[in-house]
Nanobody, 126 residues
């Protein structure tokens, strides 16, 4: 299983982006997918998670009401819609899975475990 993120870029405060996490091989339909972000010098933090079926969602308090997550298993893709962006949302965004079908402890996944994509840069600046 390999994951690849895309969709990052430079956006003004208040703007939106749609980040994609695509499997380049295996189907994703058995796995929950989490989105994380990291700023240089800080620990990677989880922002959202979606179960394999899409029925269960989780969001960090810092992004609730601004970010949404969705998936299309037939397209082997999970999306993170990021709205009302703030400068503090600037980070490299990663998707990952721990091979479980539910979010559970996925938001606590460390970089040395599971499967991670290479990341996509989101920069929020005027």
């Amino acid at each position: 299983l390999q994951l690849a993120e895309s969709g990052g870029g430079l956006v003004e405060p208040g703007g939106s982006l749609r980040l994609s996490c695509a499997s380049t091989g295996w189907s994703l339909d058995a796995y929950a997918i989490g989105w994380f972000r990291q700023v240089p010098g800080k620990e990677r933090e989880a922002v959202s998670c979606i179960s394999n079926s899409g029925d269960n969602l989780w969001f960090a308090d810092s992004v609730k009401g601004r970010f949404t997550i969705s998936r299309d298993n037939a397209k082997k893709t999970v999306w993170l819609q990021v709205n009302s962006l703030k400068p503090e949302d600037t980070a490299v965004y990663y998707c990952a899975t721990d091979y479980r079908d539910h979010c559970g402890i996925l938001p606590t996944l460390l970089p040395k475990f599971g499967v991670w994509g290479q990341g996509t840069q989101v920069t929020v600046s005027a």
